[in-house]
């Protein structure tokens, strides 16, 4: 019905016209006076495109595969229905949203509770790291929207503390990551905790073919609604790109901040231990940095955003899985240590400055064995990345010297010549004004600790694209085009998910890293057991669930 509404709309009325269509107000979109309200509250007026194209859709009971990136207002889609079709006489969860990160269950869980506020909606989020105690205590109060991670929200169904008889609207955010994470069979289990006959709704940033097959296998006629790349943060963000050698990559990213001085960034590893090496060669150079990752506990992951959030911290290192779910105002700068081995991944990434209006930046280191990904990225964004020159040593200590001016004002505004007047006049007696001003910038720009030796450990680089002939295993990304699978089986006969595809051996688990999905393991695949196809492995093996 409301679809029917909306389709008879004429396009002569009050609404705003922008290059893409008409811009939908909230009430346009069949929600209710108290939703209104609470949208109002926040701040909201007119529906994004992913939220314009689906909440009417869930509304009228539709299966939704939505495709989106994050910053566009998923978590409304499908929060403002689920909220609306709440019997709220009715205590327990009427609505299940599955997320893969911790950070990400927290924030949809606020989201959620903060536009149902009006309506006195009960919102549990449950995860690992935390006591799941307090979150039994919290489902046994009346929970009517649980949000979770798979492996809690398991362990909570075999418990035997959490009901989901009552589940109406099943919600799969960021399903890409949960396949990436090996999250397959905990869905499938989940799946099967839920009654059949409920409505379910998909959200991914990036569409494979494995996420089609479960929209297939699991949902009724799911209608797919895809919001293009395009259309979302990019045009926001200067986008540049640095050539340059592996072994000398860590210098010419700490030459470029030195010049670029970002006041928030976030930086991207591929690898858990990319990470934490990327974070501590910043910290021994004098930058003001923090690494997350999934191996840190809750607290610590908690105590690092809440400093990035507050400015304590200005340069946030992370794997891609870790910085889902992550929205900070304010970020400027965006390092793409390691570039993405899908183009998908970028966009994603880059969406984290360019936001509200403003435009941000982004830099991606490339070697030249990994121009080819550049190129798919370029494509994909429809976008021509701009060469930018690395820094010259002259120009890094010239942009920590005048970082370093406005710092030595304040500390003359707070110096008390007084508290150490024999110690200052010795000094004077035996500098000049000019050798002491020196030192003093000198110090405060850390300028010794520029040159602080530190070497990263080698990463398995990503496996060179090369367009031959597919060969009889169907991938036509190979380096030699001999054939070759889909992550698995040898590379003369393919391997589909590590079965036979036209013949070949299978083969190939997952890497244990469960944040660098896109990490060093990869390059096995050059070695004889992948097929080097430029897509994320899909061997669902389930690795350290939460």
Do not use: C, W
């Not at 939220?51 to 009228?60: A, F, R, S, V």
């Not at 935390?130 to 009346?142: E, P, S, T, Y």
């Not at 105002?329 to 994603?348: A, L």
């Amino acid at each position: 019905m409301i679809l029917d509404q909306l389709a008879t709309r004429q396009k002569d009325d009050d609404r705003d016209y922008h290059p893409g269509g008409y811009i939908l107000k909230f009430a346009e979109l069949g929600l209710s006076e108290d939703l209104l309200t609470a949208i109002t509250k926040q701040g909201y007026e007119e529906a994004t495109p992913i939220q314009e194209k689906t909440i009417p859709l869930i509304l009228d009971g539709k299966d939704v595969i939505g495709q989106a990136q994050t910053g566009t207002g998923k978590t409304a889609a499908f929060g403002l229905p689920i909220l609306q079709m709440l019997d709220e006489n009715i205590s327990k969860p009427q609505a299940l949203v599955v997320s893969p990160t911790r950070e990400l269950a927290i924030q949809t869980q606020d989201e959620i509770f903060k536009l149902g506020r009006d309506k006195h909606v009960r919102v549990q989020a449950v995860f690992g790291g935390a006591d799941i105690r307090r979150q039994i205590n919290g489902l046994k109060h009346g929970a009517q929207v649980v949000v979770g991670t798979p492996g809690r929200l398991l362990d909570h169904i075999n418990r035997g503390t959490v009901d989901l008889s009552h589940v109406q609207t099943l919600v799969l955010d960021e399903a890409d990551e949960m396949l990436n994470m090996g999250f397959l069979d905990d869905i499938e289990s989940i799946l099967k905790a839920v009654p059949d006959k409920r409505q379910t709704l998909l959200f991914s940033a990036t569409m494979p073919a494995a996420i089609k097959r479960i929209g297939v296998q699991f949902m009724k006629d799911p209608v797919h609604v895809q919001i293009e790349a395009k259309e979302l943060t990019t045009d926001l963000v200067d986008q540049y790109y640095v050539k340059v050698r592996e072994n000398e990559k860590f210098d010419t990213l700490t030459r470029i901040l030195d010049v670029q001085n970002p006041q928030l960034a976030i930086m991207f590893g591929r690898t858990k231990r990319r990470v934490d090496e990327l974070t501590r060669g910043l910290e021994l150079r004098g930058y003001n940095a923090a690494g997350i990752h999934g191996d840190l506990t809750q607290q610590k992951r908690s105590q690092v955003l809440k400093q990035f959030k507050n400015g304590e911290i200005n340069i946030l290192v992370a794997t891609d899985v870790a910085a889902r779910g992550l929205d900070v105002s304010g970020v400027d700068y965006v390092y793409n240590f390691d570039i993405p081995q899908d183009s998908e991944s970028y966009v994603h990434r880059i969406g984290r400055t360019g936001r509200a209006g403003h435009n941000g930046t982004s830099v991606t280191f490339v070697t030249n064995a990994e121009m080819d990904y550049l190129k798919d990225i370029e494509k994909l964004t429809k976008k021509r990345m701009q060469t930018l020159k690395p820094a010259t040593k002259e120009e890094a200590v010239a942009g920590r010297l005048s970082q370093a001016g406005d710092k030595v004002e304040k500390l003359i505004k707070q110096a008390d010549p007084d508290l150490a007047e024999d110690e200052v006049n010795a000094l004077v007696e035996k500098y000049d004004a000019q050798t002491l001003a020196a030192a003093l910038l000198g110090s405060v720009a850390d300028i010794n600790e520029m040159d602080t030796p530190f070497s990263l450990s080698r990463e398995r680089p990503l496996p060179r694209k090369r367009y031959g002939n597919g060969g009889n295993g169907g991938g036509n990304r190979r380096r030699n085009g001999n054939g070759g699978g889909y992550r698995g089986g040898n590379r003369n006969g393919g391997g589909y998910r590590g079965g036979n595809r036209n013949g070949g051996n299978g083969g190939g688990r997952r890497s244990n890293d469960r944040d660098g999905r896109r990490s060093s393991n990869n390059g096995d695949r050059r070695n004889g057991n992948g097929g080097g196809q430029s897509r994320r492995s899909r061997d669902f093996v389930i690795k350290n669930k939460d």
